[in-house]
C-alpha cells in the first residue's frame, strides 16, 4: 500500500517539527522580575453636544467599578459651569449622564475614579 504524496509530505513535516530542539521552539519572551501588568479599568464614554444640552453614555467593560462624573464648562461667562454628581459604573453596566448651560456650550469632561 502506498501513502499519497500529500500525506507523506504531512507526515515528513510533522516529523521534522517533533525532532526539533526545545530551544528552537518559539516561546514567549516573557523577562524575569518584570513587574505585572494593572489591571484593566476605565469606561468608555461617548459624548454628543447638541445646542446647550450634553448627552454622555459610559460603558465600564472591566470588573472594576468606575465612579465618573460629568464636567461642563459653559461658553458664557454669565453662565454656571457644572460638575455633575459622581455616579458608580460597575462591571458590564453603561450610564447615561446629562447636562445644560443657558446658551453655548464651551467643553465637556469626564472624570474616572476607580472604586476599592
Known amino acids: 500500500m502506498r501513502l499519497s504524496r500529500g500525506l507523506a509530505s504531512l507526515t515528513v513535516a510533522v516529523a521534522l517539527v517533533l525532532s526539533l530542539p526545545y530551544e528552537a521552539m518559539p516561546h514567549a519572551r516573557v523577562k524575569h522580575g518584570d513587574p505585572p501588568l494593572p489591571p484593566l479599568f476605565g469606561t468608555e464614554c461617548r459624548t454628543a453636544v447638541t445646542g446647550s444640552h450634553v448627552v454622555v453614555y459610559c460603558h465600564n467593560p472591566y470588573v472594576a467599578t468606575d465612579r465618573v462624573r460629568l464636567h461642563i464648562e459653559c461658553a458664557r461667562w454669565w453662565d454656571i459651569?457644572?460638575?455633575?454628581?459622581?455616579?458608580?459604573?460597575?462591571?458590564?453596566?453603561?450610564?447615561?449622564?446629562?447636562?445644560?448651560?443657558w446658551k453655548e456650550v464651551r467643553s465637556v469632561w469626564i472624570s474616572h475614579q476607580k472604586v476599592s
Do not use: K
Open 81 to 101: 459651569d457644572t460638575d455633575g454628581d459622581p455616579v458608580d459604573v460597575g462591571p458590564a453596566l453603561t450610564v447615561r449622564l446629562t447636562g445644560r448651560c
